[in-house]
């Protein structure tokens, strides 16, 4: 190495703690890829709200929903590495690269992971004046009339879509799927009666049960939920070994400078230690808080990819 490229070297590794030392100095982007309403659009506001002080900067929620988060992800791989934008996911971005053939980004390689902040069971839901009061009732009736019952997700090929293709594999009924753009969206249907029920995560679909206007018939974690301690699982209702979770993580675009992400990482830790927040994130969107390092969220979505992507491929299942 000549002496002029050592120095140049040299010189760009001591300007970088400068860098998370100047940033943020203008607004920050919290990505969103969902519409307001659902679980991952509050997640963003709360923590842009509270880290707005300490960085001392705006941080504004932009959300640009569709193709299961695929859109306003994408738009997040594309901006500059700059510390500026960063996207806030839910689970399906461990499963869009087994079904969308076309995805204008590589998963795991195309971010730079900062924080898995939490996971929660996914719940299944009905309209309160529906007559089932367990997901076996559900069963039951989908097999004595095929096609009767509707259930709402997310979208095609998301998490509790493919929860209901192995539910359906394993117990021989069929139901109908309605897709939704997301939670919110989804939560309105329930409500107005154009689907029978829906599944979500636990995190939007508890409030709802709270306040009385819809009945949680089923969760799918390992235990019951403890946001819905009366609700048994799948794994109870005659489901041996399917569970699901949701999860929503936090990435920035792939070569943001790693002096910003580690700032930003301790940032977010400590608003997550506040005792507000975590009374807020958990009662009030049933997650349990994960907050993770950049490397782990990183073997998480790894390890999402490998196992969903195989659940997708020997399901045969497409959306496009």
């Known amino acids: 190495?000549?002496?002029a490229?050592?120095?140049?070297?040299?010189?760009?590794v001591a300007a970088l703690p400068a860098v998370a030392q100047v940033w943020p100095?203008?607004?920050?982007?919290f990505i969103v890829p969902f519409p307001p309403g659902g679980s991952v659009d509050p997640l963003a506001r709360l923590l842009g709200a509270k880290l707005a002080d300490p960085l001392k900067t705006q941080f504004i929620v932009e959300n640009r929903p569709g193709a299961g988060g695929s859109i306003g992800t994408a738009a997040a791989a594309k901006a500059?590495?700059?510390?500026?934008t960063f996207v806030v996911v839910f689970d399906s971005h461990g499963v869009n690269q087994a079904l969308i053939s076309k995805l204008p980004y590589d998963t795991a390689k195309d971010f730079a992971p900062v924080m898995l902040v939490g996971t929660a069971p996914y719940a299944i839901a009905t309209q309160v004046a529906k007559p089932w009061k367990s997901f076996t009732e559900v069963v039951s009736a989908s097999k004595a009339r095929p096609d009767s019952v509707s259930i709402g997700s997310i979208g095609n090929g998301t998490i509790g879509h493919l929860v209901l293709v192995q539910a359906q594999q394993m117990a021989g009924f069929k139901i109908v799927h309605a897709p939704f753009a997301g939670g919110g969206p989804m939560n309105q249907n329930i409500l107005g009666g154009q689907i029978d029920m829906g599944i979500g995560s636990v995190a939007l679909l508890s409030p709802q049960v709270r306040g009385g206007k819809m009945r949680a018939i089923a969760t799918t974690g390992h235990q019951r939920a403890a946001a819905l301690p009366d609700v048994p699982t799948l794994i109870e209702q005659g489901f041996p070994g399917l569970t699901a979770y949701a999860w929503w993580g936090i990435y920035a675009p792939a070569g943001t400078p790693k002096p910003i992400i580690d700032r930003f990482h301790a940032e977010l830790t400590n608003v997550l230690q506040q005792a507000d927040v975590r009374k807020t994130l958990a009662e009030g969107l049933g997650m349990d808080l994960n907050v993770s390092t950049p490397d782990a969220l990183q073997k998480w979505t790894l390890e999402q990819l490998a196992h969903w992507g195989k659940v997708v491929k020997d399901g045969g299942i497409k959306t496009d």
């Open 1 to 3: 190495m000549s002496r």
């Open 5 to 12: 490229l050592f120095f140049v070297i040299a010189a760009i």
């Open 25 to 29: 100095s203008k607004p920050v982007r």
């Open 80 to 84: 500059p590495a700059d510390g500026y």
